[in-house]
């Protein structure tokens, strides 16, 4: 019996050995294989430095949080229109506004938000108070001290609309294109354990952001070089931890009393959606005009989430009317 039951317990320690031996294993595998999709998606190899900056259009300021792209132009005199993007394509993004603006006499100012492009991309929390920050000390920098039309497009939208809410005397108007809107949201499984919600962003969630966004058009096969540009920003430190930041921290938040704010306001406000927008649905809109029912509401044929950059030829001559209208008007107040 002793010899047997020795025998027993031997086996039984061999086999928790080998058990022990075999998770131990998988473990390893498991490490291995995580580390290994982590580097092969790994595209943040460079450090954003003033050399590569000086390649780039654009000019460049240093404000509290650190460097910010921008591009200002047009008359010194005229009215000033700044325009803000959304959530991770830069300033680019507004190329054909930006162009018809100017050249209808406009004073232009669009730049890139902390994270993105060619800004900095400052270790902090990216939140609304980062933002109202970052354009209140822009536009100190640039000396533009008269009220601005600001516009938004996507999550520049509620950017512009809290701006506006907290800064009615320094706004003339708002455009607002296709705006995101969260009337807050709980914070999900990869933000409760630690680092799941960084390494997802870096295998999964940046890697498909690219192609990603070619569903932002109605007709996506004429922009087949958008992915590529997209793709510059993303090889520069940091913009993947100020993506997350921005989820975390902007897009979870309650945005409802901004909107409700500029709605009791009476600021003149255009707001322009592309129909087939797949991301900020069209119905989005009932919802934001019921906040803001000042808002002159013009929907876009056949233009899903960028219908300023798939249909100017529909929406720079509703922007320019908008403007001649609101600038003259407060204008002749002053």
């Known amino acids: 019996m002793a010899i047997a039951r020795a025998l027993e317990l031997s086996t039984a320690a061999s086999r928790r050995k080998l058990w022990m031996q075999s998770l131990g ?7 291995l294989v995580l580390t290994g999709l982590y580097v092969h998606y790994d595209q943040e190899q460079l450090i ?8 780039v259009r654009g000019s460049f300021i240093h404000l509290s949080d650190g460097a910010v792209h921008y591009e200002l132009g047009g008359p010194a005199e005229a009215p000033t229109v700044v325009l803000v993007h959304g959530f991770s394509v830069p300033y680019y993004i507004w190329d054909p506004t930006f162009d018809a603006l100017v050249r209808n006499g406009y004073r232009v100012l669009r730049y890139d938000l902390y994270g993105r492009g ?11 108070a980062l933002f109202e920050r970052q354009l209140t000390e822009l536009l100190a920098g640039l000396k533009i001290t008269d009220p601005i039309v600001i516009g938004g497009l996507s999550m520049g939208g509620p950017i512009a609309v809290g701006f506006a809410a907290r800064h009615p005397e320094k ?7 296709d705006p995101a809107y969260s009337a807050g949201r709980e914070s999900s499984l990869e933000d409760q354990i630690p680092f799941l919600g960084e390494y997802m962003m870096a295998v999964s969630g940046a890697p498909s952001l690219p192609e990603a966004q070619l569903d932002d058009f109605y007709h996506p096969e004429r922009f087949p070089d958008w992915p590529g540009k997209y793709r510059v920003q993303m090889q520069y430190m940091g913009f993947r931890r100020a993506l997350l930041s921005t989820q975390r921290n902007f897009s979870r938040r309650n945005q409802r009393p901004d909107f409700e704010q500029v709605g009791r306001s009476g600021l003149p406000v255009l707001l322009i959606w592309g129909k087939e927008d797949e991301g900020v649905p069209v119905e989005t809109s009932d919802l934001v005009r019921q906040m803001i029912p000042q808002a002159e509401y013009h929907e876009i044929e056949e233009a899903a989430h960028l219908p300023h950059y798939e249909r100017p030829e529909v929406v720079n001559p509703i922007l320019l009317e908008f403007l001649k209208r609101t600038t003259a008007a407060q204008s002749g107040s002053q």
């Open 118 to 128: 060619y800004s900095d991309r400052p270790n902090i929390t990216y939140d609304s």
């Open 25 to 31: 294993g998988l473990l390893l595998a498991a490490v």
């Open 171 to 177: 706004v003339r108007a708002i455009i607002l294109i």
């Open 48 to 55: 954003l430095t003033d050399q590569i900056r000086r390649s």
